[in-house]
């Protein structure tokens, strides 16, 4: 089936043989479209309502609208359809919307569970779909914001702690801090931390805020490695917000390994605000960015005693590093020093 989008109107393959009646989607009646278009597959990256108004309507009822999750948006084995349509309507900004399609989906398509009748192959794939399914929702949901509908699928889940830590971290990832507090209580410290380096590297400042707050609150260490890995990580990113938080928490700096990371990636304004903190012995040396690395850094920043304590330390200057100076703007600081 091919799609006029400027004209509102879809037309069958018949419209490509030479003699056959042309058929317009908009001479249907809607009924008859909200039982034919959920069957219809799309191209990947396309969305009905790019296609044409016709679609649009007859998909908007909720219900139609599930089913066309399972049978027209992925290209997929039906049974990976359904974990697929699941992700995809749970995690709809219409909490509402995806909440309607989320129940469709698990009156019609989502295993019950365990069936007295039947193998016990049978019945263990239809657990393993049902509960992929439902975690796929979860975690999806986590991530759109939807507390209520994260919380439900949860609830449906046996044995779900792991799922729960999933879906946080979705949540930390996605900066959604109301379904990070709905869920605080079924995580562990351990979660927690590893959070900690995900909203670092992340950037989301609200979110690292907030897991900091929640350890100072339960007396945990503010101290430990926990806080340096999220320094690196931050600065792996470039993430310069939360690079700042960091260090003003207490995390060291001192030993190179975040400048390393920095560096790597040639985040530069990460690197302006590491340098100052690191001393030249500390400098990484013995793997690639070397301290060259450091001086280009360096004279990007205008630190006028940084370049002339590694350059104290390394005589050598490649015609690279000059180059980079000698690229800087007419007038800056970099290049007045």
């Known amino acids: ?11 069958d393959y018949a419209d490509q043989q030479p003699g056959q009646p042309q058929i317009d989607l908009l001479d249907l009646p809607p009924e008859l479209l909200q039982l034919v278009l959920p069957r219809v597959r799309m191209a990947p990256g396309h969305i009905p309502h790019a296609v044409c108004r016709a679609w649009r309507d007859a998909l908007a009822p909720p219900d139609v609208a599930a089913e066309w999750a399972v049978h027209g948006l992925h290209g997929v084995h039906f049974r990976s359809a359904i974990v697929a349509a699941m992700g995809a309507v749970a995690g709809c900004s219409d909490h509402a919307r995806g909440a309607a399609m989320v129940r469709h989906l698990l009156r019609h398509h989502v295993p019950a569970g365990e069936r007295e009748e039947g193998s016990m192959a049978d019945n263990f794939e239809e657990h393993h779909q049902r509960h992929r399914a439902l975690a796929e929702g979860a975690y999806t949901a986590a991530a759109a914001g939807n507390s209520p509908m994260t919380l439900q699928l949860l609830a449906l889940l046996p044995g779900s702690a792991s799922d729960y830590c999933h879906a946080f971290m979705k949540a930390v990832g996605a900066g959604q801090l109301a379904v990070m507090s709905a869920l605080k209580q079924h995580v562990d410290e351990d979660v927690c931390t590893d959070a900690v380096e995900a909203a670092a590297h992340a950037g989301h400042v609200p979110v690292l805020q907030q897991l900091l707050q929640w350890r100072q609150q ?19 990113a470039g993430q310069t917000a939360t690079v700042a938080l960091l260090l003003e928490q207490g995390a060291a700096a001192s030993d190179g390994s975040a400048l390393h990371a920095a560096l790597r990636k040639k985040h530069w304004e990460v690197v302006r605000m590491l340098l100052p903190l690191v001393p030249p012995e500390a400098i990484p040396t013995a793997f690639w960015p070397s301290w060259e690395s450091a001086l280009e850094a360096a004279v990007r920043a205008g630190m006028v005693d940084m370049c002339s304590e590694l350059l104290g330390k390394h005589q050598q200057v490649t015609v690279g590093h000059l180059a980079a100076a000698e690229k800087l703007p007419e007038g800056s600081q970099e290049r007045a020093d």
Request: aromatic share 6%; with cysteine; glycine share 10%.
């Open 1 to 11: 089936m091919t799609m006029a989008n400027d004209q509102g109107a879809a037309h």
């Open 218 to 236: 339960e007396g945990l260490d503010m101290t430990g490695f926990f806080l340096d890995d999220a320094l690196c990580s931050a600065a792996h």
